[in-house]
C-alpha cells in the first residue's frame, strides 16, 4: 500500500543531504555525519551502497505508478518497480518521482516502454485512487515504514519499521 512520509515535500524536491540535516538533525554537522556513518555500516551488511546526496522530493507520482502496475501486473512486477526505485534514490542519488527514474523503473520491471509512458506522463491517471490510499493508511496509525501487516485467523500483527532519527543517540 502507497504511503507517503513527507508529504509536504515539493515536487521538484531539495538537497538530500541538507535536508536531512536540518530536517532531521538540528542542522548538526556532527549528528548528519554519525548517521551517514551508521546508515554506510547498516548499508554494507545488507548489500547497499548508501549515497546521501541527491534530491529529497514528492514521491506521490512513483506511488502512483507503483500503485497502477500492482494491479495491472501484480505485486511481482510491484517489487521489481520498488527496488528499482530504492536503488536508484539511495545508491544513485535520483531524484524519486521524476520521470526519467520512473521510465528506468519501468523497464526494470519488464513493462513496456510505451505503456509505461503513457501512463506515466498522464500525472492525473490515477492519481485520486492513490491518494485516498495513502489517507487510507494514515487514518490506520501508520506513520513510518516499513509497515508490515500479517493477517491472521484470529488477529492481525502489524510490525512498524525503521525511522532513521532513531537510530542516533539522544545528544540533547
Known amino acids: 500500500m ?6 509536504e515535500a515539493s515536487k521538484e ?3 538530500k543531504y541538507e535536508w536531512y ?3 532531521r538533525y538540528g542542522n548538526s554537522e556532527d549528528k548528519m555525519k554519525m548517521y551517514i556513518t551508521l546508515m554506510s555500516a547498516y548499508g554494507v551488511s545488507a548489500g547497499i551502497n548508501y549515497k546521501f546526496g541527491g534530491t529529497v522530493a514528492n514521491t506521490l507520482n512513483a506511488h502512483r505508478v507503483i500503485q497502477h502496475f500492482q494491479e ?3 505485486p511481482e512486477v510491484a517489487d521489481k518497480l520498488v527496488n528499482s526505485l530504492y536503488r536508484q534514490y539511495f545508491e544513485e542519488e535520483k531524484h524519486p518521482s521524476e520521470e526519467d527514474t520512473l521510465m528506468e523503473a519501468c523497464k526494470e520491471a519488464g513493462i513496456d516502454e510505451k ?17 485516498m490510499l495513502i489517507q487510507e493508511q494514515a ?15 484470529r488477529r492481525d500483527i502489524s510490525i512498524q519499521g525503521a525511522n532513521g532519527t532513531s ?3 539522544d545528544t540533547s
Open 2 to 7: 502507497p504511503y507517503q512520509l513527507y508529504p
Open 13 to 15: 524536491g531539495e538537497d
Open 21 to 23: 540535516k536540518k530536517s
Open 72 to 74: 495491472k501486473k501484480g
Open 115 to 131: 505503456e509505461a509512458k503513457t501512463f506515466i506522463e498522464d500525472e492525473y491517471d490515477g492519481l485520486q485512487d492513490t491518494k
Open 139 to 153: 487514518g490506520n496509525g501508520v506513520d513510518s515504514v516499513p509497515f508490515v501487516v500479517f493477517e491472521g485467523k
Open 167 to 169: 537510530f542516533l543517540p
